[in-house]
């Protein structure tokens, strides 16, 4: 059997040496080269110098002997690590409670569309072996579905030196990532003090004496929380940062949307449905929504401030649809959205072109504008125009039918010649500088595999 780790004063000093140095920036490979580099030291130490570990190491004991306890392999008790996973779960059901209970009070006192809500996003440079993350941008807004997004922070953060064997992790991040330039040419502050002291600055726009929740896409949560903690680090009034899945707000929000229109057969997406949209990011390469850096070079897909705006157009995309809330562009879409009544031959044509209609669906002009975003999210029969003849006598797609199109991926929408006339509407699938034409009973119906877009 494996030996029993027991605290002893070298592991007491060890684990010191550790923590002090890593909080210079060094890095170790595991414990293994810790023991070298401490036990240089530890030779040259005198008894005095060694019993505050040796004290250290004796009251280790006493506390695993007392809860009769194994030890991890640094001599960390397993029930403190089943204890701090506990409290984790804790944070986590205090997390999801939290934002439910926000938006059924918002619904009850008829506040829905002018809750406002705190979006936030980074960028990294690189992951230590530790799992951590050194930040390299910070961006956030407020938003309200009746406002869109109503102000906007964004800083570029300068960490210093980068620790040691990292610098070619870093620079292959940037070049396939933000393009940010790495340190020590790092932009932004270097203060940390500084950025929180604006951070908080802009989060005491929000009502109520604690910090508001802070919306992030559930895959970087972990890491947001992680390089906010480090940034952030003591707030001056004990005010506890709450990063939270965004998943779940789209999906509180889009449930009460629905239930607020009652239409009780009207189905909800899942939790899963909406993660899929947002991760979609149908709105990646939209225009002047970067910082001035990612702005400079043309491309802000990766820009922290730009992923935070995108998902405020995503959610109001679908929400705002369901609560009749007038979409104003660069606050709820893209500065070059169509926002005008769907009765203009392009809005007939991309209404048509939708994830799920019915031959017997009417045209209801109350709604402003649906899009792929909106259909997807929300699995709402889009409405039919009487740009299309429908055979009445069949519920199968024929060539004279509107044509149904499923995804077209990442980048590209469907156009169509509507002035052509339905038997021989063309329509093109545009996006970054390649298009084909296709006519439109090649349209394959939804769930066809023969023939579909993939």
């Not at 809860?67 to 506990?86: M, Q, R, Y």
């Not at 879409?333 to 048509?352: F, Q, V, Y």
């Amino acid at each position: 059997m494996p030996k029993k780790n027991t605290p002893n004063p070298f592991l007491m000093f060890m684990l010191e040496i550790r923590s002090r140095e890593e909080a210079k920036g060094r890095k170790f490979r595991g414990m293994e080269e810790i023991k070298d580099y401490a036990g240089k030291q530890w030779e040259k130490m005198d008894a005095k110098q060694r019993a505050p570990y040796a004290e250290q190491a004796k009251v280790a004991k006493l506390q695993a002997r007392a809860c009769d306890d194994k030890l991890t392999g640094v001599g960390t008790p397993f029930s403190s690590v089943a204890k701090e996973k506990c409290s984790l779960d804790e944070r986590n059901k205090f997390i999801s409670n939290s934002m439910a209970s926000m938006v059924e009070n918002a619904a009850k006192n008829g506040s829905l569309d002018q809750l406002e809500l705190c979006f936030v996003s980074m960028g990294y440079f690189c992951e230590l072996s530790e799992g951590t993350f050194i930040p390299a941008e910070l961006a956030a807004i407020r938003y309200s579905l009746r406002e869109g997004v109503i102000d906007r922070f964004h800083t570029h953060i300068n960490p210093g030196t980068l620790p040691l064997g990292y610098a070619y992790a870093a620079q292959a991040h940037s070049e396939m990532n933000h393009k940010l330039p790495i340190p020590p040419n790092a932009l932004g502050e270097k203060d940390y003090d500084k950025i929180a002291t604006k951070f908080r600055e802009f989060l005491s726009q929000f009502s109520g004496d604690e910090m508001p929740l802070l919306f992030t896409n559930s895959e970087d949560l972990v890491k947001i929380d992680q390089m906010l903690a480090d940034v952030m680090n003591d707030d001056p009034d004990n005010r506890e940062v709450f990063v939270c899945p965004l998943k779940e707000l789209f999906y509180h929000l889009k449930k009460t949307s629905v239930k607020m229109l009652n239409e009780g057969n009207r189905p909800i997406p899942s939790m899963h449905a909406l993660q899929v949209l947002i991760l979609k990011d149908v709105y990646d390469y939209s225009p002047n929504i970067s910082c001035d850096f990612h702005d400079n070079i043309g491309d802000g897909k990766y820009c922290a401030l730009s992923q935070c705006i995108r998902w405020a157009f995503v959610i109001s995309d679908s929400c705002c649809t369901d609560l009749r809330i007038p979409m104003k562009p660069g606050k709820h879409l893209p500065e070059n959205a169509d926002t005008e009544p769907a009765d203009t031959t392009l809005s007939i044509a991309m209404n048509n072109l939708s994830f799920a209609t019915r031959p017997n669906d009417t045209f209801d002009h109350n709604i402003s504008r649906i899009t792929y975003a909106s259909a997807s999210a929300s699995a709402k029969d889009v409405p039919k125009s009487n740009a299309w003849e429908t055979s009445k006598d069949t519920d199968v797609t024929t060539s004279v039918d509107r044509p149904i199109v499923k995804s077209l991926g990442r980048g590209f929408r469907p156009m169509v010649n509507v002035a052509a006339g339905p038997t021989t509407a063309r329509a093109v699938l545009a996006g970054r500088g390649r298009g084909t034409w296709l006519m439109v009973d090649k349209f394959p119906p939804l769930g066809s595999t023969n023939g579909s877009f993939k």
